[in-house]
């Protein structure tokens, strides 16, 4: 069973930094898939933040964290990060990765939450001072 495990989480202050972890346990050839990292802030939808494709030959962002977040992977790891540079209170939310439904295909645009499947449980970030 394909299992995605997000990790880093934390409260942090305002303009600070801060490193997430989506690591597969088992289950999928994890270089095989983009990956994607999505939030859900108080009261508001889920929303798709970045994606890294196969590879990591490709990338996209929000325009809302585009300069201040940064999605890389490391295959050997089985694990993707987004590292939260320059954070705002707006950053706030749970912070969820899962893993795009076909195989060998980059992000899709936009980044559509029914294209994505093996949520982890997701990581919590508060940005407060």
């Known amino acids: 069973q394909v299992q995605l495990v997000e990790s880093g989480g934390d409260l942090v202050q305002p303009g600070g930094s801060l490193r997430l972890s989506c690591t597969a346990s088992?289950?999928?050839?994890?270089?095989?898939?983009?990956i994607g990292w999505f939030r859900q802030g108080p009261g508001k939808e889920r929303e798709g933040v970045s994606c890294i494709g196969v590879s990591g030959g490709s990338t996209y962002y929000a325009d809302s964290v585009k300069g201040r977040f940064t999605i890389s992977r490391d295959d050997a790891e089985n694990t993707v990060y987004l590292q939260l540079n320059t954070v705002r209170p707006e950053d706030t939310a749970v912070y969820y990765c899962a893993r795009y439904y076909y195989r060998d295909y980059d992000c899709p645009l936009p980044l559509v939450r029914s294209l994505f499947e093996s949520w982890g449980q997701g990581t919590q970030v508060t940005v407060s001072s």
């Open positions: 088992s289950g999928f050839t994890f270089d095989d898939f983009a």
